[in-house]
């Protein structure tokens, strides 16, 4: 039997949309060379210049139901009415390989990760400097109407104020040294949520987002 590397982790990296964290994600994957980016399933369709296999593993709602029913998934979400999951396959071979796997899912799949692998998952929250940052980022190339920026918004606080069932923070304020932290954190397994809430944080994201944070975890 292969036998399981300790050291080997799911470093689930979430944080409300133009939080920056695909870009943190692309930034930690260099400094470990043999870590593994998880490819989740989804049958929604294809856009753009999105590759099968590449960006996502693009599915017909059967076989979604099939992978899913077959325990293939280690979690699964609907989202506007079109299926998200992670493949077991894309996760578990690599951890037993002991390698780290970096997963870019939303708030509630981290969550559900958290519960399949327990110890083996570490989950970091990604946050943005201010709503000045955050709002600018949504608005992208600023030829969006104004609802649609609005409702962008309305998720992405509502993303921030599931928070406290993290493990780890950073906030984006520059990127070198978010790396850099984000990098000393999982290095030590530091789960620093708690402390940092407590010190501080909870008042931060009340000032520069008006979201109250709940208290427990
Ligand atoms: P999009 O369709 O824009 O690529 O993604 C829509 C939403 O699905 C995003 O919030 C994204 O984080 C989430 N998502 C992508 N992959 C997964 C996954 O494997 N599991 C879960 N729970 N959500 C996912």
Do not use: C
């Not at 998952?121 to 649609?148: W, Y």
């Not at 906030?171 to 850099?180: G, K, T």
């Not at 999982?186 to 008006?210: C, P, Q, S």
Request: proline share 4%; net charge negative; hydrophobic share 45%.
């Amino acid at each position: 039997m292969a036998s399981e590397s300790p050291g080997a982790l799911a470093i689930v990296v979430s944080g409300p949309s133009g939080s920056g964290k695909t870009t943190l994600v692309k930034h930690l994957m260099l400094r470990y060379p043999r870590s593994h980016f998880s490819i989740s399933a989804t049958t929604r369709a294809l856009r753009g210049e999105e590759v099968d296999g590449v960006d996502y593993r693009f599915l017909s709602r059967d076989a979604f139901i099939e992978l899913r029913d077959a325990g293939g998934l280690l979690e699964w979400a609907e989202v506007h009415g079109q299926f998200y999951g992670t493949p077991r396959s894309e996760v578990v071979p690599y951890l037993q390989d002991g390698r780290h796997v970096f997963l870019d899912i939303d708030v509630q799949g981290a969550l559900s990760v958290k519960e399949a692998l327990g110890d083996r998952a570490f989950l970091l929250f990604v946050l943005p400097p201010d709503m000045e940052t955050l709002e600018g980022r949504l608005r992208g190339r600023g030829t969006d109407a104004e609802a649609i920026v609005a409702l962008r918004l309305r998720n992405a606080l509502d993303e921030l104020a599931r928070l406290p069932g993290f493990e780890a923070v950073v906030i984006n304020r520059e990127l070198p040294a978010m790396v850099e932290e984000a990098r000393g954190l999982v290095e030590a397994r530091r789960r620093n949520l708690a402390a940092w809430l407590d010190d501080g944080g909870r008042d931060f994201v009340r000032e520069a987002f008006g979201v109250e944070l709940a208290q427990n975890n």
